[in-house]
């Protein structure tokens, strides 16, 4: 066993896929998500034993410590976290335009890709000060949406993902004393949840290939693709990397 690797958002989509890989790679899991039931049907899939289903509202500071309060009491520290949980907001399918962007909606976005990667991140930093682990490690997860300024994206969302790939620097240079590399995934676009809520269901299939055409690899991406990028920088063979950002956009963004 690894060690225990928790997961926001884990119980579909991208969160589910990469619970998955590691569970294959041989750690323990915890998947965390808004609902109990969804994180349960997601430890269901998993291959192996000791996994773990955890409710958690990341934009909430007691429900963050509560989380991390229970899982460490029933299955020891956490050796690495992976903020995965995030919110896209859609109008009809289409993103909110600057001029009709509530308050609200910002503020939502931002607390739970922000505030939530925050709250995480300080939970597990104040518990690893307290009980060092070996080979400790973070994962946040950004959007090419934050490199290149969004197609389907609104501007709350953009900024909120952009405010993670500062915020993951800062985290890696605090946490190096320790001996934990904090390092982002940033992905491009993805067969997911997230973005089918871009597209109705009577277009999607002709919108997806249209998209999947503007990528240069000729495919939108799958989970497993972010799941690998997450696996290797869990590895010993990523223990020299801290503070980057991979992206996983199959060439849709190229510095």
């Known amino acids: 066993m690894l060690g225990l690797a928790l997961?926001?958002?884990?119980?579909?989509?991208?969160?589910?896929?990469?619970?998955?890989?590691?569970a294959s790679d041989g750690w323990k899991v915890a998947i965390a998500d808004l609902t109990l039931e969804q994180a349960e049907a997601?430890?269901?899939?998993?291959?192996?034993?000791g996994h773990s289903a955890w409710q958690v509202d990341v934009s909430s500071e007691s429900s963050v410590e509560n989380l991390f309060d229970g899982l460490e009491a029933s299955h020891g520290p956490v050796t690495?976290?992976?903020?995965?949980?995030?919110?896209?907001?859609?109008?009809?399918?289409?993103?909110?335009?600057?001029?009709?962007l509530t308050v609200d909606d910002w503020n939502k976005t931002h607390a739970v890709n922000a505030l939530g990667t925050f709250l995480c991140c300080r939970a597990y930093a104040r518990r690893r000060h307290k009980v060092p682990v070996a080979n400790g490690r973070v994962v946040t997860t950004s959007s090419v949406a934050a490199e290149l300024g969004g197609y389907r994206s609104s501007s709350s969302y953009i900024s909120s993902k952009s405010a993670v790939l500062g915020f993951t620097k800062?985290?890696?240079?605090?946490?190096?004393?320790?001996?934990?590399?904090?390092?982002c995934v940033a992905p491009g676009v993805i067969d997911a949840p997230m973005l089918h809520i871009t597209s109705t269901e009577e277009n999607r299939a002709a919108s997806f290939e249209k998209l999947s055409q503007s990528v240069p690899l000729g495919r939108l991406g799958r989970p497993d693709d972010l799941a690998g990028a997450v696996s290797f920088l869990l590895s010993p063979d990523a223990s020299y990397i801290t503070g980057a950002t991979i992206d996983?956009?199959?060439?849709y963004r190229m510095a």
Do not use: S
């Open 7 to 22: 997961i926001t958002g884990g119980g579909r989509g991208i969160g589910l896929g990469i619970a998955k890989r590691l």
């Open 248 to 251: 996983v956009n199959g060439g």
């Open 80 to 100: 690495a976290l992976v903020c995965n949980a995030g919110l896209l907001i859609m109008v009809n399918n289409e993103r909110p335009p600057l001029v009709d």
């Open 42 to 49: 997601g430890v269901a899939e998993l291959a192996g034993t």
């Open 170 to 183: 800062a985290v890696a240079r605090e946490l190096a004393p320790l001996g934990i590399t904090v390092n």
